[in-house]
């Protein structure tokens, strides 16, 4: 159990660091640009909430480092057939 948490722990750690970073982003954005006091009637809520900046940044971020994550198809069939062969 514990070889598997850690298997898919260093498979995505890309993307925990692009969830990590989109956080961050996301609340110096609402920080810089948002609405501090929580209350603006003509703006979206998204500036007005730092938890609702913090969680689409972190959504963001997540969903960027993952397209970076993927491999290409081809190639990751290149190299288990070079593994199968030895």
């Known amino acids: 159990m514990k070889n598997k948490f850690f298997a898919f722990l260093k498979k995505n750690v890309r993307v925990f660091i692009g969830i990590a970073i ?3 982003v996301g609340l110096v954005y609402w920080y810089y640009w948002g609405c501090p ?3 603006c009637p ?3 809520p998204l ?3 730092p938890y609702a900046c913090a ?3 972190g959504l963001i971020g997540g969903l960027i480092f ?3 994550n993927r491999k290409d198809p081809e190639k990751e ?3 288990k057939n070079e593994t199968n062969k030895e």
């Open 66 to 68: 993952e397209s970076l």
């Open 77 to 79: 069939k290149k190299d």
């Open 47 to 49: 500036k007005a909430n």
């Open 55 to 57: 969680v689409y940044g």
């Open 42 to 44: 003509k703006e979206p």
């Open 22 to 24: 989109g956080i961050v």
């Open 37 to 39: 006091d929580g209350y």
